[in-house]
C-alpha cells in the first residue's frame, strides 16, 4: 500500500498518522533492517522501508516462520522509533539527522 498524502501528512500501512514537514523528504538518518545497517535514509525513504518490512512480516506469518517474524517485527519497530525521533528532532527545531536507530531491546521495552 503506498504512502497517501493527507494534510501535510503521511499514512502509514499500519494506520498511524506520521506528521511531515517541509523539507522532511531532503534529510538523512540510518535506519536498519532485519540483516543489519543499510546507511543513510530520509523519511521517504524509512517509510518505504517500513512498507518493505510490513510485506516481509505477513510473507514470515504466511510462511509459519516466527523467528523471521519476530526478527522484522523489531526492524519495524526501530523504523518507526527512528521515524519518530526524526519528527521530534525536526518539531524542535533540530537536525532531523541527529536520530539514531536505538538498540533493539531499548526498543522492545517501551511501553505501548
Not at 15 to 21: A, D, K, L, Q, Y
Amino acid at each position: 500500500m503506498p504512502v497517501v498524502p493527507v494534510q501535510n501528512h503521511a499514512v502509514s500501512v499500519m494506520g498511524c498518522v506520521v506528521p511531515r514537514s517541509a523539507g522532511a523528504e531532503t534529510t538523512r538518518a540510518v535506519a536498519s533492517g532485519p540483516t543489519g545497517m543499510m546507511g543513510p535514509m530520509n523519511d521517504d525513504e524509512i517509510l518505504a522501508k517500513i512498507h518493505d518490512l510490513v510485506a516481509q512480516e505477513r510473507d514470515a506469518t504466511n510462511h509459519g516462520d516466527p523467528e523471521r517474524r519476530r526478527r522484522v517485527e523489531i526492524a519495524l519497530d526501530q523504523a518507526w522509533d527512528l521515524l519518530r525521533q526524526r519528527d521530534g528532532l525536526r518539531d524542535a527545531g533540530k537536525n532531523p539527522d541527529e536520530a539514531q536507530e536505538r538498540p533493539a531491546d531499548e526498543v522492545e521495552g517501551y511501553l505501548q
